[in-house]
Structures are given as C-alpha cells and as structure tokens.
C-alpha cells in the first residue's frame, strides 16, 4: 500500500520555525517530483514547492521564496519542508504529494499528482 505520511505540524508564533516530513511506503519515490501543497481555511489548496527526483531541481511558490527550503532524503524516503518566518497567512493544512512524471514545473501546476498524503495542519498565531 502506497503512503506519504506527513509530520510535523503544530502551532507556532509568527516569525517562528517548523520542519515538515513526509515518509513515503509502499513504493520507490526516487524517480518522482515531490513537494508540498497548502489548503489555507476557506480556500482552495495552493502549490507551495516541489523538488525533482535528484534533488537538483526546486520550485517555490512566490509567497514562500526566501523562506521555506524543501529538501529530500532518498535513502530514508522522506522528504522536507524547512519552514522559516513563519506568518499567519501560512495557516493551512500542509499536504506531501508525488508525481511520477518527474516534472517539477508541471508538479506546482497541479498536473499529474499520483499521490496525496492526509495532511498536517499548521497554525501560526499573531
């Protein structure tokens, strides 16, 4: 059975630091794009970064640049998103997601997402 299991969650101040992490099961990963996505309360969800299977290829959403770094560990399966600076607006349930096309920019646009997680909610107060 095929899991991305995400961790690391929790509420924080603004201007505070989280590590996400994201364990993949069931299935080999390192060929495929990976990253994160966000569903902010009371919208829709949100490319946030990805990385190619190498990890020398990474993406960001423009409201993250600067501040999140995503990462990947083949040989633990896991993949990470760094997250520093922390504001309100980055509430949101965080979600882990693989594509087997191996392509980052398709990857943030949303297209050929295999597989999801179940999410993270992190909550940074003001």
């Known amino acids: 059975q095929v899991q991305l299991v995400e961790s690391g969650g929790g509420l924080v101040q603004a201007g505070d630091s989280l590590r996400l992490s994201c364990a993949t099961s069931?299935?080999?990963?390192?060929?495929?794009?990976m990253g994160w996505f966000r569903q902010p309360p009371g919208n829709e969800r949100e490319f946030v970064a990805a990385?190619?299977?190498?990890?020398?290829?990474?993406r960001y959403a423009d409201s993250v640049k600067g501040r999140f770094t995503i990462s990947r560990d083949n040989a633990k399966k896991t993949v990470y998103l760094q997250m520093n600076s922390l504001k309100p607006e980055d509430t949101a349930v965080y979600y882990c997601a693989a594509s087997k096309s191996g392509s980052t920019s398709r990857f943030s646009l949303g297209e050929n997402i295999d597989y999801w997680g179940k999410g993270t909610l992190v909550t940074v107060s003001s």
């Open positions: 069931g299935r080999t990963f390192n060929r495929d794009a």
């Open positions: 990385v190619s299977w190498s990890a020398g290829t990474t």
